[in-house]
Antibody, heavy 123, light 109 residues
Framework: QVQLQESGPGLAKPSETLSLNCAVS?????????WGWIRQPPGKGLEWIGS???????YYSPSLKSRVTISVDTSRNQFSLRLSSVTAADTAVYYC????????????????WGQGILVTVSS | EIVLTQSPGTLSLSPGERATLSCRAS???????LTWYQHKPGQAPMILIY???IRATGIPDRFSGSGSGTDFTLTISRLEPEDFAVYYC??????????FGQGTRLEIK
């Protein structure tokens, strides 16, 4: 059974870099899926941040591209998110998810999600 | 970028009733890349339907998806108490461009 678990600081200061990890269990991170991050600001809907393949191929949301880095660590079977120059607008619940990419035969959906982690940006 | 507009924003129904949720795209999209999710407070979102009409593994058959072009529908044939949640549609587009609708809250009447 695939399980994803986010971890990282729940608080970030304005202008600093937010860093989160997602540990994957029950499935090899090198086996045929992309791995993505999605966030949900309080009271708002879901926003895709980006997705990465273990080979290093990565896609980012155009609105966040200049500030985001997603990387996959195959040795630890986990992937990470770094979001720089954060502001209060980056306060959100951050989810990691397995991403079924069309280039790998999928439908572009997120078929397994972590529980989410609330990150608050405040001084 | 494709914009997905869901309606209604909130739907108030009773257990046993039929729920019809709409997702409209700002331009024609491939039904192969239209997905529906259920999201309950404090829980991970759960995939229900992918490819517009294919139920994900383990999803009860009271959930069904349909549509093509710009108009897509999620139908719950007979509401169970556990079905009251927020529902999102999502589209995968080229570039890639991945967008979610704003959600429909299904609440108990």
């Amino acid at each position: 059974q695939v399980q994803l678990q986010e971890s990282g600081p729940g608080l970030a200061k304005p202008s600093e870099t937010l860093s989160l990890n997602c540990a994957v269990s029950g499935y090899s991170i090198t086996s045929g899926y992309y791995w993505g991050w999605i966030r949900q600001p309080p009271g708002k809907g879901l926003e895709w941040i980006g997705s990465s393949y273990h080979s290093g191929t990565t896609y980012y949301s155009p609105s966040l591209k200049s500030r985001v880095t997603i990387s996959v660590d195959t040795s630890r079977n986990q992937f990470s998110l770094r979001l720089s120059s954060v502001t209060a607008a980056d306060t959100a619940v951050y989810y990691c998810a397995r991403h079924s990419y069309p280039s790998l035969g999928g439908s572009g959906d997120f078929d397994c999600w972590g529980q989410g982690i609330l990150v608050t940006v405040s001084s | 970028e494709i914009v997905l507009t869901q309606s209604p924003g909130t739907l108030s129904l009773s257990p046993g009733e039929r729920a019809t949720l709409s997702c409209r795209a700002s331009q024609s999209i491939s039904s192969s890349y239209l997905t529906w999710y259920q999201h309950k407070p404090g829980q991970a979102p759960m995939i229900l339907i992918y490819g517009a009409s294919i139920r994900a593994t383990g999803i009860p058959d009271r959930f069904s998806g349909s549509g093509s072009g710009t108009d897509f529908t999620l139908t719950i044939s007979r509401l169970e108490p556990e079905d009251f949640a927020v529902y999102y549609c999502q589209h995968y587009g080229t570039s890639p461009s991945i967008t979610f609708g704003q959600g429909t809250r299904l609440e108990i009447k």
